[in-house]
Every structure is written in structure tokens, then in C-alpha cells.
Nanobody, 125 residues
Framework: QVQLVESGGGLVQPGGSLRLSCAFSGGTFSTYTMAWFRQAPGKDRVFAATITWRSTVYAADSVKGRFTISRDNAANTVYLQMNSLKPEDTSIYYC???????????????????WGQGTQVTVSS
């Protein structure tokens, strides 16, 4: 069974940076499309960024140019580098995975089969 474990969240000041990590186990990581979603208090879970099995990346307009998703297949880990953080980035960040050796971009939560437990990111002075 695939398991995802996020880490790296915390409290950061506006304009600061954080790097989230998601450790993958229980499957062949290199064939999975991975993504990050986020959920602010009282709001729906929304797409942030995705990376396909061949490392094609796509990010939501709200984070484009500030957030970078990457993967290390040797370490079975996906990352989200977050720069120029804003208070509105405050959310629980979730890692998601689907076994899809495909170049199709997936930006809807229902397209992902596996989810981590989430890590809190708070941007505040």
C-alpha cells in the first residue's frame, strides 16, 4: 500500500521560504504522478503543483513563479520549494500520488488515489 509522509511545514514570516518534502513508499515511485494541494481553514482543498513521472511540471497561477515542485526518484521523494511566501499561502499542504506513467497534467483532487496526512504552513509576522 502506498504511503505518503509530508514534512517541512512551520511558521514563516511573509517573504520567507520553506521547502516541503513528501516521502513515498509502497510502490514504484518513478511511475507515479505526484502533486501538492493545499487547504486553508474553512475552504476547499485546491491544487498547487504537479510533476509527472517524466518530471513535466505544472503549477497553479496563484503560486506560479514562487513555488517549484521537483522529485528525486532515487530518494522516493517529492519536494515543494516555496519562496516569497504570503499570508494567503497559510494552509495545510497535502502530498498526493497516482500511478500514471503519462504526460497528462492532473490538477483535480479526484484524479489522485493516495494522500498524505498534511503539514501545516503558517505565514505570519
Amino acid at each position: 500500500q502506498v504511503q505518503l509522509v509530508e514534512s517541512g511545514g512551520g511558521l514563516v514570516q511573509p517573504g520567507g521560504s520553506l521547502r516541503l518534502s513528501c516521502a513515498f513508499s509502497g510502490g514504484t515511485f518513478s511511475t507515479y504522478t505526484m502533486a501538492w494541494f493545499r487547504q486553508a481553514p474553512g475552504k476547499d482543498r485546491v491544487f498547487a503543483a504537479t510533476i509527472t513521472w517524466r518530471s513535466t511540471v505544472y503549477a497553479a497561477d496563484s503560486v506560479k513563479g514562487r513555488f517549484t515542485i521537483s522529485r528525486d526518484n532515487a530518494a522516493n521523494t517529492v519536494y515543494l520549494q516555496m519562496n516569497s511566501l504570503k499570508p494567503e499561502d497559510t494552509s495545510i499542504y497535502y502530498c498526493a500520488a497516482v500511478n500514471a506513467a503519462s504526460s497528462r497534467i492532473r490538477d483535480r483532487a479526484e484524479e489522485y488515489a493516495y494522500w498524505g496526512q498534511g503539514t501545516q504552513v503558517t505565514v505570519s509576522s
